[in-house]
């Protein structure tokens, strides 16, 4: 006798727990899973934080992990299909920071939010509008003139602070001054170590180096990416021997 799709009967909730046990619950696991995925080489279970959410909105199956490494924030989710719900998911990330005291993200743009020279995308105005109702406000820092960025600024509906010179901690301060809020309250998103995330640690402020959306940047970037992976590389590796800590990093 042959079975049809409507003979087999498969346990989702089954599969989704063990997904969680193997990675949610044994940090060994998760950790392998990170470096697996990102190519890196950790081996202290003790430098990952599980960041899962619990209950935050009605589902069926739990079936997704979250956990930080070194401030950097992975969601993972085991999905037998295309999962459109996942930048929501993200999104819950987000609100999360709220509840444990953030009331402020600055974020640069392009290749942060949108590839290089791209304009605003009603994703991305729809992304803000999510995180002002939370309760955050929001800030763009650009090192990019006003023709760039004040365009999409008012497309998101953000204040904004062009020719922001990041590094320099002046302009991550002036942000936090724009906003309303103390620099320990504010969270920095960008994709550029030397940039972005170096001007945000000088700072003091919690930060968030994101994967370039694009690829294709102008010729300058491209020779600091070099850069940074070559940097990225040592730092992950003395981290994962314990040569260095993210207290002291």
Do not use: W
């Amino acid at each position: 006798m042959t079975k049809t799709n409507d003979d087999i009967h498969v346990n989702k909730k089954y599969k989704d727990t063990v997904f969680r046990k193997l990675f949610g619950e044994n940090k060994g696991n998760a950790l392998s899973l990170y470096n697996a995925v990102n190519h890196t080489s950790y081996t202290d279970p003790d430098d990952l934080e599980y960041t899962t959410l619990e209950d935050v909105i009605y589902m069926k199956y739990k079936n997704d992990v979250s956990f930080l490494i070194d401030k950097t924030l992975s969601l993972y989710e085991h999905q037998s299909s295309y999962n459109p719900n996942m930048p929501l998911r993200g999104f819950l990330y987000y609100a999360d920071l709220y509840r444990k005291g953030y009331r402020g993200v600055i974020f640069d743009i392009d290749n942060t939010l949108v590839p290089h020279g791209a304009p605003a995308t009603k994703e991305a105005a729809a992304f803000f509008a999510s995180l002002r109702e939370t309760g955050f406000s929001t800030c763009l820092l650009s090192n990019n003139q006003k023709p760039r960025v004040a365009p999409f600024a008012d497309a998101v509906g953000s204040i904004y602070i062009e020719n922001a010179h990041k590094p320099s901690v002046k302009n991550y301060q002036e942000a936090c001054r724009r906003m309303g809020i103390k620099e320990e309250q504010a969270v920095f998103v960008g994709d550029q170590l030397f940039t972005d995330v170096y001007g945000a640690k000088r700072t003091g402020l919690y930060n968030i180096l994101t994967e370039p959306i694009n690829p294709k940047e102008e010729i300058q970037i491209v020779l600091k990416r070099y850069l940074e992976h070559i940097v990225l590389f040592f730092y992950e590796r003395d981290l994962a021997r314990g040569r260095i800590t993210k207290k002291n990093s």
